[in-house]
């Protein structure tokens, strides 16, 4: 049974730090690529992050770039983000999906395992 369970979203103020995790089980994480959207509160869902299975090739959205950084953990089937400078935009429910693509594609159609999601908000 294939399991993707997000945690580490929380209430903090603008400016802070968050560390997502999702855990993973049930697939072959290493020859996934992992992928982190968001949906905030009426609106569509959107990509944030992406990575390859060898880390060797990542992508950001351009609202995160330089304040995120996906991460994973392949010997125990992690994916992180890593979210800096938070902004009150960044409030959102925030998901893990897997796909098994050849590259990354950032399109929420396309992932194959999703997460339930964590939510994260961000005061002013």
């Known amino acids: 049974q294939v399991q993707l369970v997000e945690s580490g979203g929380g209430l903090v103020q603008a400016g802070a730090s968050l560390t997502l995790s999702c855990a993973t089980s049930g697939f072959t994480f290493s020859r996934y690529n992992l992928n982190w959207f968001r949906r905030a509160p009426g609106k569509e869902r959107e990509f944030v992050a992406a990575?390859?299975?060898?880390?060797?090739?990542?992508g950001y959205s351009d609202s995160v770039k330089g304040r995120f950084t996906i991460s994973r953990d392949n010997a125990n089937n992690i994916l992180r983000l890593q979210m800096n400078s938070l902004k009150p935009e960044d409030t959102a429910d925030y998901y893990c999906?897997?796909?098994?693509?050849?590259?990354?594609?950032?399109?929420?159609?396309?992932?194959?395992?999703w997460g339930k999601g964590t939510l994260v908000t961000v005061s002013v």
């Open positions: 990575i390859s299975p060898s880390s060797d090739s990542i």
């Open positions: 999906a897997a796909d098994s693509k050849t590259h990354l594609t950032g399109r929420f159609s396309l992932m194959d395992y």
